[in-house]
């Protein structure tokens, strides 16, 4: 058993998500996987969720031939961080790879963004992402091979009216990428940040769809794969001399 290929993914409760395309696609490369879910704010969101979707997921990395672990977790909890590193530790091992995929978005613009809203984007967004990424470094147990990867959504690009507290608080995780992978390198580990741009997760209708889609060059909407082929090249030994890079895999999408 190589205790060098254990790998936490956040967020991955919807079996059509990025989350769990970055489960799977993980899994087909040998690394064990441990991820986490939230079902409650899924149930709340417009495209749902089924309550047996984390199960089926975990059902379907095991197969893989992996040891697999999840855990229910509201990571907007200040020691939810430190919780969730414990688990992994004891069930798994030592973790060599951190996917912050887990976000938290809702709609608002100047008009009517509450401090509440803010808060609740903040500590999932910025908190959660930056905590359990010094916890990853301070566990860190290997001389190399060590990654971290932050999901943003390309807010230096261009505006994202209506989602002021989202591009507020993901834009600040570009931020964080770049000055923690100043801070690790010397520990082996490496930094990044990915855009995937927009992607058929389950939240677009027909009408979103062909609103964007000629916005695409190469013809077609991303889908979750896409962003999981980049993940898999970065936790490879063939990424190791990328870090503090933000990286734009969106099919080339116009604003």
Known sequence: MNQNKIAIITGASRLNGIGAAICRQLADEGYDIFFTYWTSYDQEMPWGIEHDEPQLLKDECSA???????????????????QLFQQVINELGYPSILINNAAYSTNNDFSNLTAQ???????????ATTLLSILFARHFKYKNGGRIINLTSGQ????????????TTKGAIDALTITLSAEVANLGITVNAINPGPTNTGWMTDEIKNHILP??????????????RLIKFLVSDDGEWITGQILHSEGGFRR
Not at 117 to 127: A, K, V
């Open 215 to 228: 916005s695409f060059p190469l013809g077609r909407i991303g889908e979750p794969t896409d962003v999981a």
């Open 156 to 167: 230096f690009k261009g505006p994202m009216p209506g989602e002021l507290a989202y591009a």
């Open 117 to 127: 809203d803010l808060n609740n984007h903040y500590d999932i967004n910025i908190r």
């Open 64 to 82: 893989k031939g992996v040891r697999v672990a999840s855990l229910e977790i509201d990571l907007s909890n200040e020691d939810a961080p430190n």
